[in-house]
């Protein structure tokens, strides 16, 4: 939402621009029209930097809510990182500067390392084939209508979205003592000697994993001036990073992968094979019996739409999904939980609470330009390569009941 609102600013910022310029280049003064219409991007302009404001406040509210804490020095400076322009820095050979710089040295200040290129945040990416003026030609039509862009249809991304709490700025491996068992206590008879105990502890580790991708961009896509540009790459690369991050934290563990819920051992599991009420309480007890708290769900949209067409009990009304929610906690689906094919297929549907995943990050998105490699150098083009250090660990993994057995027949 804030990128959104910053693009449409910039558009706005723009147009009054040209118009200024139009007007100094013919050595006149703004028509009436044209004045009508200054004032009206001076307003819309106004409007927006208002609704940033409120947009970047409730961001930060929704961080603190989640225990993750804010910076709000760097928080200012990631706000004003331009990938587009860090992209042309390195294409023309020049040294960064503004508040790209400031946030790539201050990056490296605080992780001890130097970027292979250069650091970007990662919230920059959030809100392959070769990108080309002609796979992406609806951003450089003779009219430009970024406004009207069209998406790719893409897999919603919803871990991080529901709850995973972020741990920025690790430098060494992180050890968390975990209480495992404590004393015990029971009655004696007299004179009799009370049984010894005492407290055993364990540890939540977390070591970074590295995840990245290399695609080809076109000069002349970089060297386009549109806000649109930036959104394109923003959007682009943020697929590319975000979905792999998204689906170790669902599931991870297969090789470099870093183990998410799905993968982790001590989860609690359900039992739906038979979609029925009582089973989904089962579910909900399980949690209960644990002392954790059962916050949402997590499923495909195929098994969604199982819950939608189950009634509660055979011959009354009501459905296992109504409004949104099962049992009263929202119901999420992506195309990233895993289905199981075979006779039948089945699905999972996941309840817990997802502040009990950790994401630690060791790297912000390090992004780094080839403009040297043999083929796209010979076209005028660039590779470029997006990386991320990150891993993640289960605080209580008995937080989590997983039903794996959802027939989709």
Known sequence: MIHHIKEQRALAVAEMRGMVEKVQAEKRNLSADEAKIFDSLKAKITSLEEEETRATFLAEAERRMSGTPVDKGLANLESNVSIVEVLRAQMEGRALSGAAAEYSAECERRNGRKASGVYVPLSALESRAANTTTTAGQIVPTEHRPDLYIEPFRNSLLARKMGAR??????????????????????????????????????????????????????????????????????????????????????????????????????????????????????????????????????????????????????????????????????????????????????????????????????????????????????????????????????HPEAFVIAQDISLA
């Open 166 to 395: 972020l741990l920025p700025g690790l430098v060494g491996n992180v050890s968390m003592p975990k209480y495992k068992t404590g004393m015990t206590s029971g009655w004696v008879a007299e004179d009799s000697a009370l049984t010894t105990s005492g407290m055993t502890f364990e540890s939540v580790t977390l070591t970074p994993k590295h995840c990245g991708g290399i695609g080809e961009i076109s000069r002349q896509l970089l060297q386009q001036s549109s806000p649109a540009v930036e959104e394109l790459i923003r959007n682009d690369l943020s697929y590319l990073l975000a979905q792999a991050i998204d689906t170790a934290l669902i599931k991870g563990g297969g090789t470099n992968e870093p183990k998410g819920v799905l993968a982790t051992t001590g989860t609690q599991t359900g039992n739906l094979a038979t979609m029925t009420w009582a089973n989904v309480l089962a579910m909900l007890e399980k949690l209960e019996i644990s002392n954790a708290t059962a916050v949402n769900w997590l499923t495909s949209p195929k098994v969604k739409t199982k819950f939608s067409k189950t009634l509660k009990e055979t011959g009354l009304p009501g459905y296992l999904l109504e409004g949104g929610s099962v049992a009263g906690l929202p119901l999420f689906s992506t195309n990233q939980a895993p289905e199981k094919t075979g006779t039948p297929n089945t699905g999972i549907a996941i309840l817990g609470d997802w502040s009990q995943v950790m994401l630690g990050v060791w790297s912000e998105i390090d992004l780094l330009l080839n403009p040297f490699a043999e083929t796209p150098y010979s076209k005028g083009n660039v590779l470029l390569r997006a990386m991320c250090s990150v891993d993640i660990a289960i605080r």
